[in-house]
């Protein structure tokens, strides 16, 4: 089995350039085939090492002033617009060997070929030179080349102008990117057909043939390219994928040991997720693989530690930006399809009655890992995959509420959430505390999420074919919503709670009673919530309790039964009626300095909650100030502050 070719694929093609690299000027090329990404190019490199290797072996003289000048040669042609591009990397690539087989500096290895060699770099394209010598620019370069390295076996001083050929092996040159070249690509091949022909250069062409036809779609074009092909071609391979031999490249640029180990240890997973990816492209995989590295830098210490959780994160992880990356595009279908999805987006959507969101096919990776298994919301997901980073304090929190690997002491319900991951005994030990708790007369839940989690979970396990059962838990269901507090229900939409359910047997009875009973619950709380924030707004305005209004407008919170209750992301000024608002405002006989602290709490409102559905209250309000301040209808001390009062109203400074 090949060193280059652990797997075996591609053995036939090194085996067979083996054999070319012996021939004694063989005028013809090898075409190297394959779609990008495929390889092509790695696998040419790790040959044209173990080439470089086997000549330095072969030619060593024992100075440590002499090296060999590898004769293996590799150019890409992405961008080339002229063959004098081609040409300026042949003499840019001879230079360079030559100047690391002297040891000296680029300039200096420059002037010592110009004065000791009488070969001028920088001459070589000058056409008339070439002409009036009787040799095309290639010949002048290669017969250059030649100069330039007998000169490493003797006095640079003694090397006459012509004299004997060097006896090393003719040169290899693989030209790469064939299809990405930015001119005619018959034009490329009649030049590489000359080496061939006419200076006893081997040569390998990497392209993408197909795209190169695709591309390039005028009959003529390929009637061109078959014609050249047929003569300069002697035989064409297509490149097989050998992602287990360049998996350790794509790791070594891994800056992170951490990172690196962990990739190592999951390598056949992740080639398992490449593969049922169906996406060729094999730079996308060391693409994301090396994102990784940059993700894992922001997750929390706590994760760091835990094997399993970065098992599955890792995975995860590759899944989801391989996709993303297929089609960004698809983002939000990609996110509905692992059940991480926006909240307060999916809980309209259901209790509206709206379709179910469109979502990316993910099936095909099921045996390898499980998507369902979330332990992160969709933001976080959305800034991991498309930014590579995410707020380490929030995936911290996330992971802590959400995640099976890091809750303390966790909740019967949180456990039973986890039933793909339990024993048969710890599976019945949850359910039957989950039950308990769930159809007790307390309420057990301290978030609507975990409520109605544990009840869509419940309706799952229980109540397959028993409508007894249904309506029993349906009916406990809202009996906690009702004992749910106010700011709880406020809340509810905010917390992260996953509606795209795993549960499919569980949604319609859920969907039908339980999430129309939480909407309305939640309505009727956010009515009269309001209506006593309006009562209270106004008699605080009235008395001029400039702390109790800094918490009302700025805080968003009121004062009920003594304790000051969060409205969360209520709206409610969207309720205050302007006109008595104003009315309360003026009548106040406040000083213009607090009034001016009222209307700054306004603005501070504005710029820091930004709430829409105050957008339009804000400018009926604004509206309203200035007919009454038009029509006269302000003390007159008043009237001398209206300009920054009414820039407060426009979310303007302090």
């Not at 071609?233 to 962990?262: A, R, W």
Request: hydrophobic share 35%; aromatic share 8%.
């Amino acid at each position: 089995m090949s060193n280059t070719d652990p797997q075996n694929l591609n053995v036939h093609i090194e085996n067979y350039l083996d054999y070319y690299r012996t021939l004694v000027n063989p005028q013809y090329a090898v075409l190297l085939k394959g779609g990008w990404g495929r390889g092509k190019t790695w696998f040419i490199k790790k040959l044209l090492e173990k080439y470089n290797a086997s000549d330095e072996n072969q030619n060593d003289t024992g100075s440590p002033q002499v090296k060999e000048l590898k004769r293996n040669l590799y150019i890409s042609l992405f961008g080339v617009k002229t063959i004098e591009d081609v040409e300026t990397k042949l003499v840019s690539l001879m230079t360079s060997r030559l100047r690391k087989g002297l040891g000296l500096a680029g300039n200096i290895a420059k002037s010592m070929i110009k004065t000791s060699l009488k070969i001028d770099i920088d001459d070589i394209f000058k056409s008339d030179n070439a002409e009036a010598a009787g040799k095309s620019k290639a010949h002048s370069i290669l017969d250059a080349f030649e100069k330039m390295e007998l000169s490493l076996d003797v006095d640079p001083s003694k090397v006459p102008l012509s004299g004997s050929k060097s006896k090393n092996k003719p040169l290899f040159i693989v030209f790469d990117d064939l299809e990405r070249v930015d001119m005619d690509v018959t034009v490329i091949l009649g030049y590489i057909n000359n080496l061939t022909e006419h200076s006893n250069v081997h040569v390998v062409i990497l392209a993408d043939e197909e795209k190169l036809l695709n591309l390039q779609t005028i009959n003529e074009f390929q009637h061109n390219y078959a014609d050249v092909k047929e003569k300069l071609i002697g035989i064409t391979f297509e490149v097989q994928h050998n992602l287990k031999g360049m998996f350790e490249d794509f790791v070594k640029p891994v800056n992170d040991l951490d990172v690196q180990i962990l990739l190592q240890k999951h390598r056949d997973t992740l080639i398992s997720i490449h593969e049922a990816s169906g996406y060729g492209n094999l730079r996308i995989l060391k693409r994301v693989m090396q994102d990784f590295a940059h993700v894992y830098q922001s997750l929390p210490s706590l994760s760091k530690g835990n094997t399993q959780f970065l098992e599955v994160i890792l995975a995860q992880y590759v899944v989801l930006s391989i996709e993303y990356r297929k089609n960004p595009s698809d983002i939000e279908k990609l996110l509905n399809a692992i059940g991480s999805v926006n909240l307060d987006t999916r809980i309209e959507e259901i209790l509206n009655g709206a379709v179910v969101p469109e979502r990316l096919s993910v099936e095909r990776y099921e045996h390898i890992v499980d998507l369902k298994d979330q332990h992160m919301g969709a933001n976080l997901w959305r800034q991991l995959i498309v930014g590579v980073t995410c707020d380490v304090e929030e995936l911290s929190q996330s992971l802590t509420q959400n995640s099976r690997f890091f809750q303390k002491n966790p909740e019967p319900w949180q456990q039973l959430r986890n039933y793909r991951y339990l024993t048969r005994t710890d599976f019945n030990q949850a359910l039957e505390n989950t039950k308990t708790i769930f159809f007790s007369d307390e309420s057990g839940f301290p978030l609507v999420d975990d409520l109605l989690q544990t009840c869509d979970l419940l309706l799952y396990l229980l109540g397959k074919g028993n409508d007894e059962q249904i309506n029993k838990l349906i009916e406990q269901a809202k009996a906690h919503i009702d004992r749910i507090a106010p700011e709880k229900l406020l809340q509810f939409a905010q917390d992260g709670f996953d509606l795209n359910f795993h549960y499919s047997d569980s949604q319609k009875p859920f969907k039908d009673s339980v999430l129309p009973y939480v909407k309305s619950k939640k309505s009727n709380t956010q009515t009269d919530l309001s209506n006593a924030f309006s009562s209270s707004f106004l008699e605080n305005i009235r008395k001029n309790n400039l702390d109790e209004l800094h918490k009302m407008i700025v805080n968003n919170e009121m004062l009920q039964d003594k304790i000051w209750l969060s409205l969360d992301k209520t709206p409610v000024l969207a309720n205050v009626c302007i006109s008595d608002f104003l009315d309360a405002f003026i009548e106040s006989g406040a000083a213009v300095d607090d009034k001016h602290q009222v209307f700054s709490f306004l603005g501070q409102r504005q710029r820091l909650k930004n709430f829409n559905e105050e957008k339009e209250w804000f400018g009926k309000l604004t509206q309203e100030y200035q007919n009454r301040l038009n029509a006269n209808q302000l003390p007159r001390l008043e009237q001398l502050f209206s300009n920054s009062f009414l820039q407060f109203l426009e979310g303007g400074s302090d």
